[in-house]
């Protein structure tokens, strides 16, 4: 695993450390973001020998009711060129809830689902940790933490396995009897 090492910092950036919280119910100020969205949120380069290429994560967010399943598969664009990569940069998969507190919107998020990244053996469960972002709604779109989600018509196949996740996929984590179905 020559990305190992670059794979795991990038985790450690990604998945802070926070305590398991309380998060309120979704409200209805937070549900006028009920949609589906596409985001691209800049990676650090895992081909740093290759300077033209950079590496991204496509994410898509569906929100039903102020509940959420952000989806994230990496990327690299190289000479104007989209591609989609098979396993490194790792793809992950969270829970959300959107609300609002103070008069902002926050959403909160678990990691649920993840492949091709590392986690640490010790520590505490990333899977059960929950980090609340800031969220800023504009017209047609949402900017989460200063990734911008523009609306999107998602394909069937893919709307359907995520509002599936969200179904079955609570906010807090339970006990663990079985992983998600694969993508």
Do not use: C
């Not at 598969?73 to 098979?86: D, F, V």
């Amino acid at each position: 695993m020559r990305y190992a090492a670059v794979g795991f910092l990038w985790l450690l950036a990604v998945l802070p450390w926070w305590g398991s919280q309380s998060v309120p119910p979704a409200d209805v100020a937070a549900q006028s973001v009920n949609d589906d969205y596409v985001g691209v949120e800049r990676m650090g380069s895992l081909t740093p020998e290759d300077r033209e290429t950079r590496w991204f994560h496509e994410n898509t967010l569906v929100v039903r009711k102020g509940e959420a399943i952000l989806d994230m598969s990496p990327i690299t664009i190289r000479r104007g060129r989209k591609t989609y990569s098979a396993s490194d940069g790792g793809f992950l998969t969270y829970r959300g809830r959107f609300f609002t507190r103070g008069g902002r919107t926050f959403v909160a998020l678990r990691l649920f689902q993840s492949d091709y990244v590392l986690l640490p053996k010790n520590g505490p469960d990333p899977y059960g940790r929950i980090k609340t972002l800031p969220v800023k709604v504009m017209s047609n779109e949402i900017d989460i933490d200063g990734v911008r989600y523009k609306r999107r018509v998602l394909n069937k196949t893919t709307r359907q396995r995520l509002l599936q996740w969200l179904a079955q996929e609570p906010l807090e984590k339970t006990t663990r009897t079985a992983e998600p179905s694969k993508k």
